[in-house]
């Protein structure tokens, strides 16, 4: 997982830190010549010479006249050095805007070759440089301060929902009802039959609307799932209305008991108006209490542009970001919070129904710049 944009991170904070080490291999080596003339270093008659105010010097040849004989004359000696302020400030370096300009070309080149959105990296820029401008790094820290500043960055553009409040949130309505809504194949039922185990896991009985009446075989898909999982599924014909299928699961809800009734819903190649009205009527007579958007993070900056229009035209709550573990960029998973404003709240990490793993920023950057 991520393992491109990985490894462009580390390449590139390598690159970084061998830029500011230069500079502060440079500032080593003039503190080694300055140290040469320092008072501690002199030994005990070069101490003494300091006493003088002034050598008895002959002065350079074109500094006389012609006629003057060369006679010693007193010459004014250089000012004795200043004494550097210690040896661990000649070690430092301040974070200046060239430095910063070169971390952020670095950074940025990374992240747009993963597929991560333009305005997503300017606010990386800009979190950066409020972060790293004026910072003291010594040889030492230099990789250290970097490292922590980027994934610093990465943190605040992500947005996650912990699972233990959505969990708390969905726990106090019954039934709590929530639409899954996405483009097709890019992992809509798969990702609900998961989200169903792991509802059962947490003491929750749900209930499944077979409102995907539009892809032939969808409904027998998730019958083999709900089959699989011991949940009840509420299905009409093909070509039946997807809304009426969710208003009858939800009626079944209420009278059996079930805690959270879970709608699928079918997609489309493209997001046409067909789509958008279907879900639109989905939504309108369900009335879910959360709505979360699906997509295959595989596909980058699409997944992005989907989201947007799912969210203008339909309304989310979440994203679950699916196919996660084939995803070598992680573009999408670095910009769609960003970018819709909402949180990503799981990813998909593989066909079966455990490989859903609660998204965690905090976590997620760690991985990305371990
Ligand atoms: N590797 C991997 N594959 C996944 C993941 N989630 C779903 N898939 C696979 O993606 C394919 C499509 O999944 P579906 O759940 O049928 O997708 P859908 O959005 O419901 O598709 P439509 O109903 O046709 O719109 C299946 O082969 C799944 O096994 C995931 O997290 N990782
Ligand atoms: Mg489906």
Same mark, same amino acid.
Do not use: C, W
């Given at each position: 997982?991520?393992d491109?944009?990985k490894?462009?991170i580390?390449?590139?904070?390598?690159s970084i830190?061998?830029k500011?080490?230069?500079?502060?291999?440079?500032?080593?080596?003039?503190?080694?010549h300055d140290?040469?003339?320092?008072?501690a270093?002199?030994?005990?008659?070069q101490?003494?010479t300091?006493d003088?105010?002034a050598t008895l010097?002959v002065?350079?040849?074109?500094?006389r006249?012609?006629?003057?004989p060369?006679a010693?004359? +007193?010459?004014q000696e250089e000012?004795?050095?200043?004494?550097?302020?210690?040896?661990?400030k000649l070690f430092?370096h301040?974070i200046?805007?060239?430095?910063?300009?070169?971390?952020?070309?670095?950074i940025?080149?990374?992240?747009l070759?993963?597929?991560v959105a333009l305005?997503?990296?300017e606010?990386?820029r800009?979190?950066l440089?409020?972060?790293?401008k004026?910072k003291d790094v010594?040889l030492?820290?230099t +990789?250290?301060?970097?490292?922590a500043a980027?994934k610093d960055s990465?943190?605040d553009?992500?947005?996650d929902?912990?699972?233990d409040?959505?969990?708390a949130?969905?726990?106090a309505?019954?039934?709590?009802?929530?639409?899954?809504?996405g483009?097709?194949?890019v992992?809509?039922?798969t990702?609900?039959?998961?989200?169903?185990?792991?509802?059962i896991k947490?003491?929750?009985?749900?209930?499944v609307?077979a409102?995907d009446t539009?892809?032939a075989a969808?409904?027998?898909?998730?019958e083999?799932?709900?089959?699989?999982?011991?949940?009840e599924?509420i299905?009409?014909?093909?070509g039946?209305d997807?809304?009426?299928?969710a208003?009858d699961?939800?009626k079944?809800?209420r009278?059996?008991?079930a805690?959270v009734?879970?709608i699928?819903t079918?997609?489309?190649?493209?997001?046409n108006?067909n789509?958008l009205?279907?879900?639109?009527?989905v939504?309108?007579?369900?009335k879910p209490d959360?709505?979360?958007?699906v997509g295959?993070?595989?596909?980058?900056?699409?997944v992005?542009n989907?989201?947007?229009?799912?969210d203008?035209?339909?309304g989310?709550?979440a994203?679950?970001l699916s196919?996660?573990d084939?995803?070598?960029k992680?573009?999408?998973?670095?910009?769609?919070?960003?970018?819709t404003k909402k949180?990503i709240i799981?990813?998909g990490?593989g066909?079966?129904?455990?490989d859903?793993?609660?998204?965690n920023?905090?976590?997620t950057a760690?991985?990305?710049?371990?």
């Amino acid at each position: 997982m991520f393992d491109f944009i990985k490894k462009k991170i580390k390449d590139s904070i390598n690159s970084i830190q061998k830029k500011l080490v230069k500079e502060e291999k440079i500032e080593e080596r003039e503190a080694a010549h300055d140290e040469t003339a320092l008072p501690a270093q002199e030994t005990k008659e070069q101490e003494k010479t300091h006493d003088k105010p002034a050598t008895l010097k002959v002065a350079p040849k074109e500094e006389r006249s012609e006629e003057e004989p060369a006679a010693p004359r +007193r010459v004014q000696e250089e000012e004795p050095k200043k004494e550097p302020q210690g040896k661990k400030k000649l070690f430092a370096h301040q974070i200046n805007d060239v430095d910063i300009q070169n971390i952020y070309g670095e950074i940025r080149e990374s992240l747009l070759e993963n597929n991560v959105a333009l305005s997503v990296v300017e606010a990386i820029r800009s979190d950066l440089k409020e972060k790293l401008k004026g910072k003291d790094v010594s040889l030492l820290s230099t +990789r250290r301060d970097v490292e922590a500043a980027v994934k610093d960055s990465i943190k605040d553009i992500l947005m996650d929902y912990p699972v233990d409040d959505f969990l708390a949130v969905i726990k106090a309505k019954k039934p709590y009802i929530i639409l899954f809504i996405g483009v097709n194949g890019v992992g809509k039922t798969t990702t609900l039959a998961k989200f169903a185990k792991f509802l059962i896991k947490n003491g929750l009985k749900p209930v499944v609307s077979a409102s995907d009446t539009f892809r032939a075989a969808s409904i027998e898909q998730l019958e083999t799932h709900t089959k699989k999982l011991g949940v009840e599924i509420i299905k009409h014909n093909y070509g039946a209305d997807p809304a009426a299928v969710a208003f009858d699961a939800i009626k079944h809800a209420r009278t059996s008991g079930a805690d959270v009734v879970l709608i699928d819903t079918a997609g489309r190649s493209d997001i046409n108006k067909n789509l958008l009205d279907e879900l639109k009527k989905v939504k309108r007579v369900s009335k879910p209490d959360f709505t979360i958007f699906v997509g295959d993070a595989l596909t980058g900056n699409d997944v992005v542009n989907q989201a947007k229009i799912f969210d203008k035209e339909v309304g989310i709550d979440a994203t679950i970001l699916s196919k996660a573990d084939v995803d070598k960029k992680g573009g999408a998973v670095l910009s769609i919070s960003y970018i819709t404003k909402k949180p990503i709240i799981f990813l998909g990490t593989g066909q079966s129904y455990e490989d859903l793993v609660p998204f965690n920023k905090e976590k997620t950057a760690d991985f990305l710049l371990e």
